[in-house]
Structure formats: C-alpha cells, structure tokens
C-alpha cells in the first residue's frame, strides 16, 4: 500500500540515527513531496505510526504541533492483541501461558539483581496496595507491580512485551474479579509480597515458582 512508503521511509530514518526520538517528521506537504504520495496517503501513514506507537501528533501551530518521534513500545502491542484477543483469534488461556514463561523468567533475573531500584517501586506499589479497597485500582496497582517486576529483569523487550499482556487482558480481568472482593485482595497482596521477598532474598526459583503459582490460582479460580 502507498502508505507503506511513510512507515519504510521513517523506519529507515530511525535505523540511520537521521531521525531519533524526539525529533519532528517533516510536514504533510514535504513529506508527500520527498516521497512522492498525496498527503492523503501521508496522513494515513502517519496514523498507523501513531497507533504503533512510533509517533506522537497534536494538531495547532506551537512547539509541540505536528508528529513527533516517542517510544511508546507497547503501544502497538498492546493495541494488536487487544484486537485479536476480541475476535477470539487469541486465546485468553495462551496469553496467560504466555506471561507465566516471562514472569517465571523475569523474576529469576529481577533475583539476580536485588539491588535493582525497580524492587523498591514494587515495594512502594504494594505499600499503596494496602489502601486500596476498590476493585479498579487496585488491579491498576496490580498490574504496575507485575510490569515493575519484569522491568527489574533488565530486559526492555520483556518489560514492554508484559506491559503489552496486561493492557491486553484487563478487561478480561476486571470481569473475573468475584463480587466478594475483599478476601481475594487479601490473598492477592499476600501472594505478591511473597514473590517479592522470594525475590530480594535472591532465590529467583521460589520466586518463580510463587508468581506462577499466583498467576495460575487467579485465572483457575476465575474458570471453575
């Protein structure tokens, strides 16, 4: 497709480091111009870059108008999955597999790297966590904890992946939560300073094993 011109000529920009995040894109008309396409088609690559994440747009005539370069990398991931996850071409009981292979392996890592200043925002989360009686935020703290988690593995590629996977499912989620909350947040926040401590203790395989188990506990009970 024509756009496609929009996404190669920008993902070569960025390969080459002539274009880095933060930069500008050239305007509609010049860079219709340089490429060769109307600006209809400019303006459709524009939104497919935008809705992967690559850019960021805002309309008007000051310093932040027009397409800017961000790195929003789960963005587009998260969007992906959300899509095939209602058409039923992903199933809930795969990503769920999935983010026990990356949450097993992330805190084994995040064991390796006690000192990781990530461990004390997972630690300030579930302190919040306390306090929180409603069901949304709580899931909010909840699933800031597991991504905080896989970011103290080190790994980017992880941390935007499970941020994706738990944008993707938390509709799913909130739906499954029981109407008798209260002894489920309970069992929930007693879980996660498990794995927590499993994890500054710097035994990754119990911790491993801890968050599988509590990932696993939540989405059976969920099914029974």
Excluded: C, K
């Excluded at 108008?65 to 992906?80: F, Y």
């Excluded at 805190?107 to 306090?131: G, K, N, S």
Aim: net charge positive.
């Amino acid at each position: 497709m024509i756009r496609d011109l929009v996404l190669r000529h920008v993902e070569g920009e960025l390969a080459s480091g002539r274009l880095r995040v933060g930069d500008r894109l050239p305007g509609e008309r010049a860079l219709g111009t340089q490429l060769g396409i109307s600006r209809a088609s400019v303006r459709e690559g524009i939104r497919v870059l935008e809705a992967m994440g690559v850019i960021r747009t805002a309309v008007g005539s000051g310093p932040d108008a027009g397409a800017v370069v961000v790195a929003d990398t789960s963005a587009g991931i998260t969007s992906a999955l959300r899509l095939h996850l209602a058409s039923n071409t992903l199933p809930v009981a795969d990503l769920v597999r999935t983010r026990l292979l990356l949450e097993g392996w992330a805190v084994r890592e995040a064991a390796r790297r006690r000192d990781e200043p990530m461990l004390d925002t997972a630690q300030a989360l579930l302190d919040e966590m306390d306090d929180v009686d409603a069901v949304e935020q709580f899931l909010r703290l909840d699933a800031e904890f597991h991504v905080t988690l896989s970011r103290a593995a080190g790994n980017t590629v992880v941390a935007a992946i499970m941020t994706s996977l738990r944008g993707a499912i938390h509709d799913y989620v909130r739906a499954a939560a029981p109407g008798d909350w209260a002894p489920t947040a309970r069992r929930l926040r007693r879980q996660h300073r498990n794995v927590l401590a499993a994890v500054r203790a710097g035994d990754g395989d119990r911790a491993a094993r801890l968050v599988e188990r509590h990932i696993e506990g939540f989405y059976r009970a969920r099914s029974t």
